[in-house]
C-alpha cells in the first residue's frame, strides 16, 4: 500500500509591523499559497510570478515582514490559481 504525502501545514505570518494582509502562508518547491485577512487563499507560481518573485515571497514570507505590500505593489494578478 503505497503511503500518502504528508501534509505540510501553513504557516501563522509573523506580521512583525502589525498592519499586514496577509494570515498564513506555505511554502512549497516552486509555489507560495497566501491567505489574506480576506479569507482569500492563491497560490503564486514561478511559472505565474516569475523564480526571482517567488524567492523574494519566500523570503519576505520568513522575514515576517513586507509580504503583502509586496504582493499589493508587484503580484497582484500574477497567481497561479484562487482557491477560494
Known amino acids: 500500500m503505497a503511503k500518502k ?5 501553513a504557516e501563522k505570518y509573523q506580521n512583525l509591523n502589525g498592519k ?3 494570515v498564513t502562508y506555505k511554502i512549497e518547491k516552486d509555489s507560495v499559497t ?6 482569500a487563499k492563491y ?5 505565474s510570478a516569475g ?5 523574494k515571497m519566500k523570503d519576505l514570507a520568513i522575514a515576517g515582514k ?3 505590500t509586496f504582493i499589493d505593489a508587484n503580484l497582484k494578478e500574477s497567481f497561479a490559481r484562487k482557491i477560494r
Not at 43 to 47: E, K, V
Open 51 to 55: 523564480p526571482l518573485n517567488i524567492k
Open 5 to 9: 504525502p504528508l501534509k505540510v501545514p
Open 20 to 22: 499586514s494582509t496577509v
Open 66 to 68: 513586507g509580504l503583502g
Open 34 to 39: 497566501i491567505v489574506f485577512t480576506s479569507h
Open 43 to 47: 497560490i503564486y507560481s514561478n511559472q
